[in-house]
């Protein structure tokens, strides 16, 4: 089964609303991972936070981790026609064998 | 500029004839992964490499082979394709220190078995 799953599965806003996307893991993890990708290219690498933060930012992006409730949310501020992509959140699973497992991911439109 | 290739973009074969995608990054990274992506089912890893000649089987690793010779290069071998292998597939390479980091991606191989 999936180690994140993310939620909801799509996502529409206006441009310049704040999106939220959720995930959701099963094990402990070292860390959790953030992607994007547009339209069948390859995923470009956002954010990533360790199992010991709580909060991280980059640019428009909010990350934060609960790691009691094995979840994480990447907030994406003051949205644009170009976030329009899939998220995906991926986990490295402590203890296991430097596998990142991904999710199924999240459908992101921002109408302009 | 630091980036992984992969070869072809797109092959459209049929079934049982053996096939080869190969990956090479510039970035001397140690670790290297295949996954493909299918709609609804997200993107699933089918074999990672952890340095030369070290090799693990992902989640979906069935009718699949890899080899890692060299650090940068980690080609995906189909020995004997099938249609439910039609797939996009993605490689991607990593810095590892026991734990997987920030991921570098392909363009992505579409392949079509008939």
């Known amino acids: 089964s999936q180690q994140g799953e993310e939620d909801p599965q799509a996502l529409s806003i206006q441009e310049g609303e704040n999106a939220t996307m959720n995930c959701s893991y099963k094990?402990?993890?070292?860390?959790l991972q953030w992607y994007r990708q547009n339209s069948g290219r390859g995923l470009v690498h956002l954010i990533l936070?360790?199992?010991?933060?709580r909060e991280k930012h980059s640019g428009r992006l909010r990350v934060t981790l609960d790691t009691s409730k094995k979840s994480s949310s990447l907030l994406i501020t003051a949205s644009r026609a170009a976030d329009t992509a899939s998220y995906f959140c991926?986990?490295?699973?402590?203890?296991?064998?430097?596998?990142?497992?991904f999710g199924k991911g999240i459908t992101l439109s921002v109408r302009p | 500029e630091a980036q992984v290739t992969q070869n072809p973009r797109y092959l459209i074969t049929v079934t049982g004839k053996k096939l080869t995608v190969t990956c090479s990054q510039n970035?001397?990274?140690?670790?290297m992964s295949w996954y493909r992506q299918d709609p609804g089912l997200g993107l699933r890893q089918i074999y990672y490499?952890?340095?030369?000649?070290?090799?693990d089987k992902g989640d979906v690793p069935e009718g699949y082979k890899v080899s890692r010779k060299e650090k940068r290069n980690f080609p995906l071998i189909l020995e004997s394709p099938s249609p439910n292998q039609t797939s996009l597939y993605f490689c991607?390479?990593?810095?590892?220190?026991?734990?997987?980091?920030?991921?570098?991606f392909g363009p992505g191989t579409r392949l079509t078995v008939t």
């Open positions: 970035m001397n990274h140690e670790y």
């Open positions: 991607a390479s990593s810095a590892w220190g026991l734990a997987v980091y920030e991921q570098y």
């Open positions: 991926a986990t490295d699973a402590a203890g296991a064998n430097s596998k990142l497992t």
């Open positions: 936070i360790r199992s010991n933060e």
């Open positions: 490499s952890m340095n030369v000649e070290v090799t």
């Open positions: 094990t402990s993890i070292n860390n």
